[in-house]
């Protein structure tokens, strides 16, 4: 650090910072003593930064994956580079909560009565716009436009145009739009928790898991991982090409159309922009009909990050509409590269709209996840699980637990233990009521379709031992906490995906682990698996027989949390991944590049297979390049260069 005279600064001769720094750095440790004393405060900063320095070296020899250098270029960037606050540029809307906790009104913002039922998504007096409304308590939100194919390609050509200067940007710049989103959102939490709540009926504790925690790992990640991921990565050369290095590129692709589902919509809004912007792309989201309103809120807190950084807003696009709005963004010669989260029914349409361009998709289609109890377990340690395995955000989760899988031994005691569990959950509008376990269906249509398939399994033999209907009580689109046993093959709950607040209990007939296994692949999706034994190995040995892409075993939910794992599944629960390098390195064009390594040294092609070609030697040269390189014995590649020499 300079000296200035006309600034008035520290200058050397007067001490300069370092005694400063010894100082703080003593006080750390030996308060009393280095106000004292400078010398002591010098030797115990010098002690600390000495043990601090040969820790550091001992865990690098530890963990030789850990990069020091990198972590340590993080550490400065983040200390020095400090972002700016966008506190003031986005405008959330006012959230009333109940102060006596047991306020469980209806009423629209404006304090008129809320409908009875579901109002219609599209405005029948003007089709070009959006209704949204609270799933909880069915109070009219506001309003957003349901946008035309033109509206998205303009849109696209936007984001594409901005995308030509965004590419250029460095990590460094990435990285600090990306903290600057950072730091609003863990000072916003209890904002954006309550958005989420009143647009898609979840519990604010549930909004907190599913939406903050995951997106600022997430952030996380990316701040530490993404530049690693996407350096260029060396190859190795065969000895006929040792003049040349090889690697592979990642480049940034142009625009992604993301179709995000209505279960996490602030994750679901942030996750594909964070690596999309992040691996140089610009982002197009068509957010769900049902979570519009709070999606607007979200798309402005991204565009604020980018226009406070001096970058253009435009990179990023929110489409909102209907179905006709996510075919318009999939056929968007514009759009270079599709990600989709929802159903496979749908996930058919999107990959019948992208066919036409050659457009590649990714596809993460839900799941019907297997979460499994041996006989060893202590039911007191894995109850806890099991609820929130099923009942998280009302079991609205694509690697949520649709199927429980039951030792023989400890079903009953199981079932005994679980039903007052599932009976006492709470359930009500999560912005009226203080204690609430399990939130609204944010899809009216989806409290329907659980029921068909209650139904369905009672009418053929399984026991409801609580829950089982709506909840009419509430008012909103509630489906009360549902146990349910004695769930056999021959149900269309056995292998349809539910998407619901429902914990189905299957019992392993004799304690059988290859049992468990046929049981547990016989359904055509394979997204998570989870299975709980006293011994790890046995849990493991399980689970890696299941056909999911992915497992935990003793543990529910963390292979998401571990944003290092790439996220996806097989069958009807899709293809491609995000998250990981896998999924960062998706949002790239993967080039393969060669250049010469040595200056001066290059390929030029030998005379016998140059044109014109005088086939009797051009063999011969060519027979004798194969045993030389490829043969299996030394005579073999002597020959193999008495052949190169006979024929050059």
Not at 209 to 214: N, S, V
Not at 495 to 512: A, H, L, R, S, W
Request: one cysteine or more; hydrophobic letters at 40%.
């Amino acid at each position: 650090m300079s000296c200035s005279s006309s600034s008035g600064g520290t200058c050397a001769t007067d001490g300069g910072f370092l005694p400063v720094i010894y100082s703080a750095i003593a006080q750390l440790a030996l308060e009393e003593t280095a106000s004292s004393s400078p010398q002591v405060a010098r030797l115990v900063s010098l002690l600390l930064l000495s043990t601090t320095v040969l820790s550091v070296i001992a865990l690098h020899h530890v963990n030789k994956d850990w990069h020091l250098w990198r972590d340590l270029k993080l550490t400065l960037e983040s200390v020095f580079d400090r972002v700016p606050d966008i506190s003031g540029e986005v405008d959330l809307p006012p959230l009333q909560l109940a102060q006596d906790g047991n306020d469980d009104k209806q009423t629209n913002d404006n304090g008129a009565k809320a409908p009875s039922k579901p109002m219609p998504l599209v405005d029948a007096a003007n089709p070009t716009i959006l209704q949204c409304y609270s799933p909880a308590t069915l109070a009219n939100l506001g309003t957003v436009p349901n946008l035309s194919a033109d509206q998205v390609s303009e849109m696209a050509m936007r984001s594409k145009f901005a995308q030509q200067s965004w590419k250029m940007t460095t990590f460094a710049q990435r990285r600090r739009v990306l903290r600057t989103l950072q730091k609003y959102i863990i000072t916003h939490i209890d904002e954006i928790c309550q958005l989420c709540a009143k647009d898609s009926g979840k519990t604010q504790v549930d909004a907190l898991l599913g939406e903050i925690l995951t997106t600022c790992e997430k952030i996380r990640t990316l701040l530490h991982q993404g530049e690693t991921w996407l350096e260029c990565s060396k190859r190795d050369v065969n000895p006929m090409m040792m003049h040349k290095t090889a690697y592979v590129e990642y480049v940034p692709l142009g625009v992604l159309g993301i179709i995000a589902p209505w279960n996490y919509p602030f994750h679901n809004m942030l996750n594909h922009v964070l690596s999309g912007i992040f691996s140089g792309n610009g982002v197009m989201t068509k957010c769900s009909e049902h979570t519009s309103w709070s999606s607007v809120y979200f798309h402005t807190i991204c565009r604020a990050a980018l226009e406070v950084n001096g970058f253009d807003p435009e990179l990023i696009q929110l489409c909102t509409g209907m179905a006709e709005t996510g075919k318009a963004l999939v056929e968007c010669p514009h759009v270079d590269k599709i990600f989709f989260t929802g159903s496979p029914n749908v996930g058919r349409h999107v990959m019948k709209g992208a066919a036409p361009h050659l457009k590649p998709v990714v596809l993460e289609l839900g799941g019907k996840d297997a979460m499994v109890f041996c006989d060893d377990v202590k039911l007191k340690d894995v109850i806890p699980w099991a609820m929130r395995g099923c009942f998280q955000n009302a079991g609205q989760n694509c690697c949520g637990v649709e199927r429980l899988f039951v030792y023989e031994s400890i079903a009953q005691e199981f079932l005994k233990a679980m039903a007052d569990k599932v009976r006492n959950l709470k359930q009500g509008c999560p912005l009226t009521m203080n204690h609430v376990d399990c939130g609204a269906m944010v899809m009216d249509q989806q409290c329907t379709i659980i029921q068909g398939l209650v139904d369905d399994a009672v009418a053929k033999g399984a026991t409801v031992h609580c829950g089982g209907k709506r909840n009419a009580s509430k008012g909103g689109q509630f489906y009360e906490p549902t146990l349910l046993s004695g769930v056999t093959p021959d149900m269309r709950i056995w292998k349809e995906e539910v998407f619901g607040p429902i914990m189905c209990v299957v019992t392993v007939p004799g304690d059988n682990d290859e049992t468990c296994v046929q049981m547990v692949n016989d359904c055509p999706f394979g997204l998570g698996s989870s299975v709980y034994s006293a011994s790890t190995s046995r849990a493991l040995a399980i689970g890696s027989q299941f056909n999911t892409g992915m497992f935990t075993a003793n543990d529910f939910g963390v292979n998401y949390l571990i944003q290092s794992l790439p996220f996806g599944g097989v069958k009807e629960s899709g293809f491609g991944r995000f998250a990981g390098p896998e999924g960062l390195r998706a949002c790239c064009l993967e080039r393969s590049m060669v250049v010469d390594r040595i200056p001066g040294v290059r390929t030029s092609i030998p005379s016998p297979i140059d044109y014109p070609m005088d086939t009797k030697q051009g063999m011969g040269f060519g027979k004798g390049l194969i045993k030389l390189f490829y043969g299996d014995s030394l005579l073999m590649k002597v020959k193999g260069i008495v052949d190169l020499i006979k024929h050059s």
